[in-house]
């Protein structure tokens, strides 16, 4: 997986679970978010490992230690930590500390519904900034004329009502992950 993918997952659990981004700082191996969610006052650090220092992609126990102390020293109420895999070490590191875990073969489920209720409020917010409107109706959108589709936007939202129909999430999540890359190609 490469380091914008490493990054879009990032986000799209971000936008999922509805944190706000206060800060992003990207380091040699690493970009750090650090976030608050919505429903508590609690500080978040999401960290994403896009390069481990080790040849084998394993991020090691002292990637896990380092972020537990850094937790610590700044006080964060919890982290989590997104890397490609992780050591069994790494793996009972974080058990003991205040760690959730997202890798290629253990990332957080979400239902289509959730997605495709994460994508509709994204779609709005984008035509809006866009438009100055959000359309009614499917005929009142400029980014569909005449059938044929001049709006990313509106493409990706058509997309995405397609994938939720047939229950698709990992198709939902490259929506959102879309959807947000225009969001940040705007600002």
């Known amino acids: 997986m490469s380091e914008e993918n490493f990054i879009a997952n990032a986000e799209v659990i971000l936008a999922i679970r509805g944190y706000e981004t206060v800060d992003i700082r990207k380091k040699k191996r690493l970009v750090d978010y650090t976030v608050s969610s919505q429903k ?3 500080k978040i650090l999401v960290r994403v490992i896009v390069e481990t ?7 090691g ?4 230690k380092e972020m537990n102390d850094f937790l610590e ?3 964060y109420d919890k982290g989590v930590l997104v890397g490609k895999r992780f050591t069994e070490a790494a793996k009972n590191e974080m058990k003991l500390g205040k760690i959730e875990m997202i890798s290629d073969t253990r990332k957080p ?3 289509s519904m959730k997605l495709f209720s ?3 409020d994204y779609t709005q917010k984008l035509c809006k900034a866009k438009c100055g409107q959000i ?6 959108c400029k980014g569909h004329p005449d059938g044929h589709y001049s709006c990313d936007i509106r493409l990706t939202s058509d997309n995405a009502d397609f994938h939720f129909e047939h229950g698709w999430t990992s198709f939902l999540e490259k929506d959102l992950m879309k959807l947000l890359a225009i969001e940040k190609s705007n600002s």
């Open 118 to 120: 994460v994508i509709n």
């Open 61 to 64: 126990v002292d990637s896990v």
């Open 53 to 59: 220092p080790s040849k084998t992609g394993f991020v």
């Open 109 to 111: 489920y979400f239902t």
């Open 40 to 42: 508590s006052d609690d």
């Open 135 to 140: 359309p009614l109706e499917d005929s009142k």
């Open 73 to 75: 020293k700044r006080n």
